[in-house]
């Protein structure tokens, strides 16, 4: 899979960088797809985003020895 820098766009309908992701999820606790979707907007609209917003929230949970 693509390896996304921090200033790269993971959701070009939000406009959303990775590393505005990733500061997203670890603010707001954000855990789940439904979690970031219901809180951020991220990846409601089109859905391309959806296996890049899976794989960042794993990262995530990775990071943060979940």
Do not use: P, W
Not at 29 to 38: A, G, I, N, P, Y
Not at 44 to 52: D, E, F, Q, R, S
């Amino acid at each position: 899979m693509y390896s996304f820098s921090d200033g790269d766009i993971i959701c070009s309908c939000k406009g959303t960088t990775k590393k505005q992701f990733l500061t997203l999820v670890d603010e707001q606790h954000l855990t789940t797809l439904d979690s970031v979707r219901e809180k951020t907007g991220i990846n409601k609209n089109c859905g391309l985003c959806i296996t890049i917003v899976e794989a960042l929230l794993l990262e995530a949970a990775s990071l943060n020895g979940s």
